[in-house]
DNA sequence: CCGTTTGTATCTATATTTGTTACAAACGGC
DNA sequence: GCCGTTTGTAACAAATATAGATACAAACGG
């Protein structure tokens, strides 16, 4: 959602998006999208101003926020979790297998974060335009499901 | 979790270990340790038997078995997700901002397996090992918080 | 044949996320 | 300076997912 957001800031360029009407094209409450553009303001991403001619733009070009940058933004800072509850500290794998996997999840992370660090929002756009023109198009054509699991 | 019990049943070897003593070294549930085993053995990761003698075991050496095969057998397959409601069709960027970002999910969800595929049991073993033996170690002493979000 | 263990169903508790209502603070236009 | 508008945030309800727990039939070995 965050990356719909941005997607559409970066489409109206430099007029100022209301959380209303962000929220209608996302299809959700406009409160859901401001706490979005909050923690996407607070990273720099984007800003905002109160008052009638208010709203929300970048507050940098499209091409210089990568999905790395949002991720960041709006996701907490671990994806994958360890146990819940700590393994019993008595078994001589329990003690240790938090820390290894800790390493694990960081190179997740990382690897992740390279992913979404070559993407841009501008990229992005540019993508949404192409795929708007043909409709025999891999991307939208595949997937039309996976309604599974967090957004 | 699942990794955890693997690295155990790797440790015992060809003595098969019950899920109530897997879950004792977890500090959980025996059900919930029965079944991960469960999704594992339908992945052809372990072997179980039932009866007096039964148990659980790996159904190959520990040095096959990868975390990647450990993720698609526990995991469903969609880590991250997109929006729990359908976008609004109406809008140029709602209509094909889902196909775009599975594009991108199944880029991040590539890269996932790739570092996955690249550790195996055994050297999740191998490094539990050596965390236990030196306690002036980078693995074990780092993290030690990160309770957030789906184990 | 009998005790043990898995596999699975069912239920509860807990955590997280989304959606919703409400409202103070900020801002621009008049 | 006032007034309507919009953000930022709090508070709460609803939906969803996960973990933990109890129960029990089926399978297996001695």
Redesign the pocket.
């Known amino acids: ?1 965050a990356v719909h957001v941005l997607t559409l800031l970066a489409w109206a360029g430099d007029e ?8 209608c094209s ?10 979005i ?3 996407l ?2 990273a720099g991403l ?11 733009r970048l507050a940098r070009p499209a091409r210089e926020i990568t999905l790395r940058d949002v991720y960041r933004a709006v ?2 800072q671990d994806i994958f ?1 360890l ?3 700590p393994p019993n500290p008595k078994c001589r794998v329990g003690v240790n297998i938090e820390g290894v996997l800790g390493d694990v999840l960081a190179a997740v992370g990382g690897a992740v974060e390279q992913v979404l660090g070559e993407i841009s929002v501008e990229s992005i756009r540019q993508s949404i335009k192409t795929s708007s023109r043909s409709s025999s198009n891999r991307s939208s054509s595949s997937r039309r499901q996976p ?5």
């Open positions: 959602m100022p998006l209301k959380s209303e009407e962000i929220a996302v299809n959700t409450n406009a409160v859901v999208i401001r706490r553009l909050c923690a303001g607070r984007v800003t905002s101003q109160t008052g009638a001619a208010g709203g929300s996701e907490g979790a146990h819940r509850q309604r599974r699991k967090r957004a």
